[in-house]
């Protein structure tokens, strides 16, 4: 069984842009959860979409967002980038809502400019 | 405030030996631990996951242990290899709705020939 992708791997962008990041599950896990990781903050959660609808959010501010497609891939997108975005950004899948059994995936790397 | 550390917070041993990490918590209501293994510039692998009941669990050369009343935990790692090299996560969950996770900062091991 496939395992947890995420794309691109690598992005880097500019102040003041937008980005969105792709992740797929594992098949048949119907929940996506998002986190951020810093060498200062450490890993820090950002979202967790079951069935596409947000089933919880962590302390971010709105120029997070994110959504999950009836497929259960989800997007997550970042606005008005700033350069404390720069980051490791993780995605996590596991069958029900939750984050019991979660399987990450390789994180996509942000580096803002 | 609901809290995670972890000590030490970076180790160097040599190959062949044995190591054990710490993990502290305050959170409450308790749900789960987990330890985590991520290596530079990959997600984090799920090692093992502990409840209230457990407390020992074992992954091949990962044996987790947990005091529930103390509200600490450790990660023991028997005769370790170059491949062991990665940082070491603790997780725990709070008992809530959601199962919301708070992350160590993790334990950054290296293992030298």
């Known amino acids: 069984k496939a395992g947890v992708t995420q794309t691109p791997r690598y992005l880097i962008k500019t102040r003041g842009q937008q980005v969105t990041l792709s992740c797929s599950p594992i098949s048949g896990h119907r929940s996506v959860s998002w986190y951020q990781q810093t060498p200062g903050q450490g890993l820090q959660f950002l979202f967790e979409y079951f069935s596409e609808t947000q089933r919880n959010k962590g302390n971010f501010p709105g120029r997070f967002s994110g959504r999950q497609f009836s497929n259960s891939r989800s997007e997550m997108n970042v606005s008005t980038l700033e350069l404390g975005d720069s980051a490791l950004y993780l995605c996590a899948s596991s069958l029900t809502s939750g984050t019991k059994a979660q399987y990450f995936g390789p994180g996509t790397r942000l580096l803002v400019l | ?113």
């Not at chain 2, 990490?21 to 991520?38: A, D, E, G, I």
């Open chain 2, 1 to 113: 405030k609901n809290q995670v550390e972890q000590s030490p917070q970076s180790l160097i041993i040599l190959e062949g030996k044995n190591c054990t990490l710490q993990c502290n918590y305050t959170v409450s209501p308790f749900s789960n631990l987990r330890w985590y293994k991520q290596d530079t510039g990959r997600g984090p692998v799920s090692l093992t996951i502990m409840t209230f009941s457990e407390n020992t669990k074992s992954n091949g050369r990962y044996t987790a242990t947990l005091d529930a009343d103390t509200k600490q935990s450790s990660l023991h790692i028997t005769a370790s290899q170059l491949s062991d090299s990665a940082s070491y996560i603790c997780v725990v969950s709070e008992k809530t709705s959601y199962d919301k996770v708070i992350f160590g900062p993790g334990t950054s091991l290296s293992v030298i020939p």
